[in-house]
């Protein structure tokens, strides 16, 4: 808080909020930018786990161990909860 304080001191009511407003836009766009980046990330998790559903049917291919797959349904459970604690 001394921080912002010393930092706006200089400048006058109307500037200061100005400077505010900004902040306040600049840190939605951030707070938006990491949803945006979660979903992505859950959205490819969510592929390769349902791709490998296809390429666990072909006979004879080589598919993903289960332990990695758990652990992608892992992080796929744990984005969405972050993401959902965003919104």
Known sequence: LD???ERLQFLSI???KT???RECQIAQQQHDALQR???QTIDRYRRVVQ???A???T???ESLDEEVLQKYRQRIELLEKMLSTLS
């Open 3 to 5: 921080q912002i304080r």
């Open 14 to 16: 109307e500037d200061q």
């Open 19 to 21: 400077v505010c407003r």
């Open 37 to 39: 980046q979660l979903q």
């Open 51 to 53: 791709l490998h559903g």
């Open 55 to 57: 390429i666990a049917a």
């Open 59 to 61: 006979p004879g291919a």
